[in-house]
């Protein structure tokens, strides 16, 4: 198999994770949402709610199938990343248009919250298991260090199609450390949302529990490909391509399925956020909700409460989090 | 998760902070919540009932006025020990014109007048 087939292959699979992703969203949303809109039982069934899961289903297989031979035709790396966002992007366009169609269907929720007088509870035990993914990369950290003059004064980071390297990196600080550094500034976001998820979200929530987990999973799995790179580039180990992109995809996807199978619990009824403060059915703005998780109404888990003044922080930290990419990854 | 619960409705006409006072204060009555104990803080109360941070501190600091709690800085709200006061003859026609109120509503809705006395009975011997 040549380089190129095998990164043509690669982005197919990877677009066709994207696309089968898209499509199960309406069946990983709540029984009682239907593109963000509280609906009657049964209504999925109905005429009305076929014909919006049959558009929507449509718009992604169009895009879908322009991807696949955008990237079959050009073979061209920055087609395939288009080609492999094109279904999500499809995906949320659907969704809102859907979300639109089906507002005159909604049913009004009660607005009514219920919550038992207790102290606030402490963080399950298994969150303080976020911190090792961040020693993981120190003990990497601590690797290099202790192998600096193992690692070459230049070695290879990227790589042409037929595997002759093209972009080299010299034994400095930000050379060698550039990975760790940005994956510890990833690893300790992420780390900052689950605790944050846990605190910020309603106690009533049947999901907090197994949201905060993914996180700390997802957590894990970031940690494990930037601990990963440096090693490799600098020869100390040798995983094998493969290894490297589906090892992390695979525990991603398992993440995702635990989620899932989550979702498919018995579960009570949806959070009866205000209809009027969700725009899209995918964005939740409320000001007068404290809170700073909600349920989310596009899939399984949370969404931020962009009306909430530490949604900002969110933003602000990622947005860090990004810019410093381009200074410590050269 | 379990003890004295607290709900309230968006969508109902009585303002929100009357709801979380009114709730608090019959639970505080009837010694469902015994002095000493605390409430949870402002933040996780107004999460859970999906209401402003100003509605619970405000309904919080009504309560404190009425001598029910201890507001303290970064301990949140305690439950105070809270001698009765001696209601003035004007607090006592004020309740009185309220109990005719509800109970002309309750008779016009057919509930037998022995029915409301023994309602009221009851509910009065239930507080302590």
């Not at chain 1, 109404?297 to 003044?309: E, F, K, L, P, S």
Request: hydrophobic share 50%.
């Amino acid at each position: 198999m040549t380089p190129r087939l095998a990164l043509t292959l690669i982005a197919v699979l990877a677009q066709l994770v994207v696309t089968v992703a898209t499509l199960a969203l309406p069946n990983m949303t709540h029984r009682d949402l239907l593109f963000g809109v509280p609906v009657p039982q049964g209504f999925r069934a109905s005429e009305p709610g076929r014909h919006a899961l049959r558009i929507y289903r449509t718009w992604i297989a169009i895009p879908t199938v322009i991807g696949l031979a955008g990237i079959a035709w050009w073979h061209n790396p920055l087609i395939n990343i288009v080609a492999i966002f094109l279904p999500a992007a499809a995906s949320v366009a659907g969704f809102v248009l859907q979300n639109r169609h089906l507002k005159p269907y909604a049913v009004e929720l009660p607005q009514v919250h219920r919550t038992a007088l207790v102290a606030e509870e402490p963080l399950p035990w298994f969150v303080w298991l976020g911190l090792l993914p961040l020693l993981l990369l120190a003990g990497v950290a601590t690797f290099l260090h202790q192998h600096w003059n193992q690692i070459p004064l230049r070695y290879p980071v990227h790589f042409d199609l037929n595997g002759n390297p093209n972009r080299w990196a010299d034994r400095t600080i930000r050379g060698v450390y550039g990975p760790l550094i940005f994956g510890g500034e990833l690893t300790l976001l992420l780390f900052a949302f689950a605790i944050a998820g846990w605190y910020g979200s309603r106690r009533s929530e049947p999901l907090r529990k197994p949201m905060v987990a993914v996180m700390l999973v997802v957590e894990l799995t970031v940690a494990i490909m930037f601990g990963e790179i440096p090693l490799q580039v600098t020869g100390f180990i040798h995983v094998p391509l493969l290894v490297m992109v589906f090892g992390p995809l695979l525990l991603a996807i398992g993440a995702i399925g635990y989620a899932i199978r989550q979702s498919n619990q018995p579960r009570g009824p949806i959070d009866p956020t205000p209809e009027e403060c969700w725009k899209g059915g995918i964005i939740y703005y409320n000001p007068n909700d404290a809170a700073l998780f909600v349920q989310r109404r596009d899939g399984v888990g949370y969404t931020i409460n962009m009306a909430n003044r530490w949604s900002w922080m969110i933003y602000v930290g990622l947005v860090l989090v990004l810019a410093t990419g381009p200074i410590v990854l050269h | 998760m379990t003890g004295p619960t607290l709900r309230v409705d968006a969508s109902s006409a009585t303002p929100l902070v009357r709801q979380i006072v009114d709730q608090l204060r019959v639970l505080l009555v009837e010694g469902a919540l015994a002095p000493g104990s605390a409430l949870p803080p402002v933040r996780r109360l107004a999460t859970d009932l999906a209401v402003h941070f100003n509605t619970v501190a405000e309904a919080y600091r009504q309560l404190a006025s009425e001598g029910w709690l201890d507001l303290k800085h970064g301990r949140g709200a305690v439950v105070t020990e809270r001698e009765a006061p001696a209601a003035s003859k004007r607090e006592i026609t004020g309740y009185r014109q309220r109990l005719r109120e509800l109970v002309s509503q309750m008779r016009a809705q057919g509930i037998p007048a022995a029915r409301i006395a023994a309602e009221l009975k009851e509910i009065a011997e239930g507080i302590k």
